[in-house]
């Protein structure tokens, strides 16, 4: 079994969102970068499933060479190989542009992403890769099991879940649940060192959004306190003040 | 040009995330001066359909065969795709559901459109069309220019609310090929659990971190949740220690949610947590921690003992309920 797990570079869950220029890009300055936490899980189970011989996981990233030490990181988790398509991400479309045509004619069972980016939040990249290739996809899966050629996933829907099953090639997102992330042992930050990353050219594609601004939410007021003992009041003011209740 | 709203249905019932995404899509409409179809998949009532009309829906496409019984994305997206052509509908619009953010994308490509998810405020009519969006887990918000012809947009739950504009909502059938190399998803069960309220949607949410000190604890917050009807959430090492289920974790790594009310409980508000609850309308925490870092972003506050307080604000819901 060949599995692609696309990986993504993002700021630590710890960053201060800070923007430059008027608001119009974000501060890199003092930020640390890491695998996108949801694309982690996608590693780990990918690295369960082909555990033992039984395939390999090549991990592919959209970015340019300050992204290497990320991509290294997939690697010490024990990834295989990986890729890396040499351009600046624009947005969801051009980056699973980006995947899709290097995945075209590689031949992967199965193609793993993170159910989003923690950056921008999108859930996008999957299922447009889905599209793009014109295979199936299922975005957001708490499950996922192989048998030959079969894939079996369980999905979250609003108040439930849905156990459905895929034949054939596919492209899930993965949530929480899919896998316990795994930590690089020292063996495997050796290794990652020699293993193979290859880099590639993006391919061109119509810009379709572009953010032209970022704002911050507005500071909230100061907390009212209330004594322990009037937990009455508390609801008094959820009713009659916030009007919430 | 016009706009086209997807309406995701349930066991042939639109829940209020649905009519929600109607009232946005028809404010849009109105922006553009346009009118609004709305696109149904699956077996629902014409007396269910007719309700769209209150939220401005003119027009509903309704799509019924035995191969879209259940949710399929790729056939979906290929049917959804096929109306807008049809409709000449230049934006599409959804609910950012668990359905919607499969859907949306695979949308976007057949339509080579720009996707703004996570929509927050109606896009804006300075002949530009951007669209503010979430963006760092709520840290911040991305103003998204949309720059194609054809654009697709999804909005978060609880983010514009339901607004009623009564129309007459005319009913059409409308049927579109499905390839079968579309249909390569195969659902083999469904299973609701009824009795709870859905976390993304929920207007109320009640909340639980490590200050519970264990699973066995979880009665008197699911007891709280159940007189409020709001749905029960918890903290990162809450879902992480398997004292509640992953599908409960709000925060970065986790759900994001904007309810109108949040209750945190035993939660001191790590960075991580903030991101993913702070765009809630109120907040209220519950903490015996006065310097917990969740009280600074808190509009309500109680210092105390989760042990002692929340039996307490049981009783206290219980009296104002009557």
């Known amino acids: 079994m060949k599995i692609l797990v696309c990986i993504s570079n993002v700021p630590d869950t710890t960053t201060k969102i800070t923007f430059t220029n008027d608001n119009t890009e974000f501060n890199t300055s003092g930020v640390q970068y890491i695998v996108n936490p949801y694309d982690e899980i996608a590693l780990s189970r990918a690295i369960e499933l082909t555990e033992g011989g039984k395939g390999t996981v090549t991990v592919i990233n959209v970015g340019e060479a300050g992204n290497d030490p990320t991509i290294r990181k997939a690697l010490a988790i024990g990834a295989d190989d990986a890729v890396r398509v040499n351009a600046a991400p624009r947005d969801a479309y051009f980056v699973a542009k980006q995947l ?146 | 040009m016009s706009v086209l709203v997807y309406v995701e249905q349930a066991e042939g019932k639109f829940k209020k995330s649905v009519f929600e995404a109607v009232s946005y899509a028809k404010a849009i409409a109105d922006q553009q001066s346009t009118q609004l179809t709305a696109i149904s998949i ?73 996707l703004a998810d996570g929509a927050v405020e109606l896009p804006s009519n300075d002949g530009k069309f951007s669209v503010k969006k979430t963006a760092f887990s709520g840290k911040a918000f991305a103003i998204t220019e ?34 079968q190399s579309d249909l390569g998803t195969v659902i083999k069960e469904i299973v609701r659990a009824t009795d709870k309220v859905s976390l993304p949607d929920a207007e109320l949410v009640v909340s639980a971190g490590r200050g519970l000190k264990g699973p066995e604890n979880w009665g008197m917050i699911e007891e709280l949740a159940g007189l409020l009807g709001a749905a029960t959430a918890c903290s990162k090492p809450v879902s992480d220690a398997d004292w509640r289920p992953h599908s409960e974790h709000v925060g970065q790594t986790g759900i994001a949610i904007s309810p109108n009310l949040y209750i945190a409980i ?21 903490n015996k921690d006065p310097e917990a870092p969740f009280f600074k972003v808190a509009d309500y506050g109680i210092v105390g003992d989760a042990f002692e307080v929340v039996p307490k604000l049981i009783e206290a819901l219980k009296a104002h309920k009557g």
């Open chain 1, 100 to 245: 899709a045509e290097y995945a075209k004619d590689k031949d992967f069972n199965l193609i793993l992403t993170g159910r989003e980016s923690i950056d921008y939040n999108g859930n996008q990249v999957a299922a447009m890769v889905g599209e793009f290739l014109d295979i199936p996809s299922v975005s957001i899966i708490k499950k996922l099991d192989v048998d030959g050629d079969t894939a079996t996933i369980e999905r979250e829907i609003e108040g439930g879940k849905e156990v459905l099953t895929v034949s054939g090639k596919l492209v899930a997102s993965c949530a929480e649940g899919v896998a316990e992330p795994k930590i690089p042992n020292m063996r495997g930050i050796m290794s990652a060192r020699t293993k193979p990353l290859v880099v590639v050219d993006a391919v061109a594609i119509e810009e379709v959004t572009k953010v032209t601004k970022y704002e911050t939410p507005a500071p909230r007021g100061t907390v009212k306190l209330i004594p322990a003992d009037q937990t009455e009041s508390l609801i008094s003011l959820l009713h009659s003040e916030a009007k919430v209740i």
């Open chain 2, 266 to 286: 035993g939660i001191s508000g790590a960075i991580q947590h903030l991101a993913g609850v702070s765009s809630s309308k109120v907040i209220v925490v519950i």
């Open chain 2, 42 to 114: 699956g077996d629902v009532a014409d007396s269910e359909l007719k309700e769209l009309g209150k939220y401005g829906a003119s027009k509903v496409l309704n799509v019924s065969s035995d191969q879209l019984k259940t949710f399929v994305n790729q056939a979906y997206a290929s049917v959804i795709a096929a109306a807008a052509e049809k409709e000449g509908a230049d934006i599409v619009v959804l609910s950012n559901s668990f359905s919607g953010k499969g859907l949306a994308p695979r949308i976007a490509v057949k339509l080579k459109a720009g």
């Open chain 2, 146 to 179: 949309l720059t194609s012809a054809n654009k697709v947009i999804a909005l978060n739950p609880n983010a514009f609310g339901v607004k009623e504009n009564a129309t007459d909502a005319a009913i059409e059938v409308f049927t579109a090929d499905v390839k």
